[in-house]
């Protein structure tokens, strides 16, 4: 799949013949994402995303409200009421441990398929853009992949196996997005390999993991520096449940919107 490339100017005239209308040089970069993901509405859905995500934010603080006012409870009173409030204090702060967890897997619930839609649906009309303009793309290792797979992020060129691709979402989109000169925003490979990681764990394993795949995780927190994503319980002095920090889940919503902006690359940088 080694072609020639255009020039900017042809780029531009040959997407106005194909009707794409990213010929628009006054459009927002985001303006023109629409054109490219013609299918999805990236707008609402992360105008649901949000929704939710401040519902479950204020579930939090009701629950912490609660938390303080039996722990107020706890010093006005004494014994046998205080052991009664005692024990309530115990069952809040569990309460509190499981939804956090259960608030960390509907985040995740979102926002990983909102990126793995955003870049599957984009790809397919980058790809349906240079098909119907006559675009060209440099030599990439990738052109050893059927041409189906070629564009298909979820997988990664293997020089190894009999049909050249293996799965792996992550290195897949970054390799495709190399492939055909897209260039994505500073430390989205980063965030994408917490993601999936994190993702694998909770899908697979559920709130409480299995005590190795725990002390797994806070090993590849610590080693891959995402400290301040992730948030720990502990029982004893091991960790127990992990949860996404609001931190790193507002990281995540506004790395979206730089994707967003990055899709009209292809027109206004790599293409000239």
Same mark, same amino acid.
């Given at each position: ?5 255009? %020039? #900017? ?10 009707? %794409? ?14 054109? $490219?993901?013609? #299918? ?19 579930? !939090? ?25 005692? !024990?309530?204090?115990?069952? %809040? ?26 870049? #599957? ?10 098909? &119907? ?26 020089? %190894? ?11 897949? $989109? ?10 994505? *925003? !500073? ?13 694998? #764990? ?7 993991? *299995?005590?190795?795949?725990?002390? &797994? ?7 891959? &520096? ?19 920090? !609001? ?26």
């Amino acid at each position: 799949m080694a072609y020639n490339t255009m %020039t #900017r100017e042809e780029w531009l005239a040959a997407l106005a013949d194909a009707g %794409t209308g990213l010929e628009n040089s006054d459009s927002s970069d985001q303006d023109r994402a629409h054109f $490219i993901l013609d #299918r999805l509405d990236h707008e609402n859905q992360l105008m649901a995303i949000r929704g939710l995500l401040e519902r479950n934010k204020a579930a !939090d603080k009701q629950l912490e409200d609660e938390r303080r006012e039996i722990i107020a409870s706890i010093e006005r009173s004494s014994d046998p009421a205080q052991e009664h409030w005692e !024990d309530e204090h115990d069952l %809040t702060v569990r309460a509190m441990i499981y939804q956090s967890a259960a608030h960390s897997m509907a985040a995740l619930g979102m926002i990983v398929p909102m990126y793995e839609s955003m870049f #599957r649906h984009s790809f397919h009309g980058i790809a349906e853009a240079f098909r &119907k303009a006559g675009a060209s793309l440099h030599a990439h290792r990738r052109d050893g992949m059927r041409k189906v797979d070629f564009w298909d992020c979820r997988f990664v060129y293997s020089e %190894t196996r009999k049909d050249k691709w293996e799965k792996d979402v992550v290195a897949g $989109i970054m390799e495709l997005a190399d492939a055909i000169g897209l260039t994505l *925003p !500073d430390g989205l490979e980063g965030l994408l390999e917490a993601l999936f990681d994190y993702r694998n #764990r909770m899908f697979h394993c559920g709130f409480e993991w *299995p005590k190795d795949e725990c002390l &797994k995780f806070a090993k590849e927190i610590e080693a891959r &520096k995402w400290e301040g994503w992730f948030e720990r319980w502990e029982r004893g002095d091991e960790p127990w449940m992990f949860h996404m920090a !609001d931190e790193f889940i507002k990281y995540c919503l506004e790395m979206i919107d730089k994707v967003l902006d990055a899709l009209d690359g292809i027109a206004r940088t790599n293409c000239r």
